[in-house]
T-cell receptor, first 111, second 115 residues
């Protein structure tokens, strides 16, 4: 069955630390990849997306993600997190017009 | 630009009761999605509409869930009768045309608690 996994359920970092959230998927064909973020009390919103071309994708608020096709991965990174990055992060994969979300990673940034 | 609107924001019902959720997508968006998000999990697509036609309802429990999008604008999702396991946040999203390059815009969700 098609699935999306996220390596960590909950991550706690201090401000200025670097962030990497893992995402792996099990689709074999062409995929589109997304990272969504949900800040406390707010709607889900798109952070960044990959459709084709350069596998290193830059998104809003200093986030980036790298698509590694051979590893079926799309990890999210940020070199220096801020307290305002505290949120729930969801990886999502679209294949054959179906979008599957991962279970999410809760990020807490300590001032 | 107004976002995706959903109501109610919270609903508490007892099992076997019925409940309905309403969604008004962003103006001009042809595609509308309903997702179920159980606590600790990612959103799961229940149904996708393109205008007023159903594109995908493969994960909709059709024995108890129904959805409609009359006139291709706003939509209603109904659960009848509700079960304890239906407790979740129900998210509505919309996108311009529903193609693979489209961005989905999400509403605030309706948090359903079934007692």
């Amino acid at each position: 069955a098609q699935s999306v996994s996220q390596h960590n359920h909950h991550v706690i970092l201090s401000e200025a630390a670097s962030l990497e959230l893992g995402c792996n998927y099990s689709y074999g064909g062409t995929v589109n990849l997304f990272w969504y973020v949900q800040y406390p009390g707010q709607h889900l919103q798109l952070l960044l997306k990959y459709f084709s071309g350069d596998p290193l994708v830059k998104g809003i608020k200093g986030f980036e993600a790298e698509f590694i096709k051979s590893k079926f991965s799309f990890n999210l990174r940020k070199p220096s997190v801020q307290w305002s990055d505290t949120a729930e992060y969801f990886c999502a994969v679209r294949s054959y017009d179906k979008v599957i979300f991962g279970p999410g990673t809760s990020l807490s940034v300590i001032p | 630009e107004a976002g995706v609107a959903q109501s109610p924001r919270y609903k508490i019902i007892e099992k076997r009761q019925s409940v309905a959720f309403w969604c008004n997508p962003i103006s001009g968006h042809a595609t509308l999605y309903w997702y179920q998000q159980i606590l600790g999990q990612g959103p799961k697509l229940l149904i996708q509409f393109q205008n007023n036609g159903v594109v995908d309802d493969s994960q909709l429990p059709k024995d108890r869930f129904s959805a409609e999008r009359l006139k291709g604008v706003d939509s209603t999702l109904k659960i009848q009768p509700a079960k304890l396991e239906d407790s979740a946040v129900y998210l509505c999203a919309s996108s311009l045309v529903g193609s693979y390059i489209d961005e989905q815009f999400f509403g605030p969700g309706t948090r359903l608690t079934v007692l």
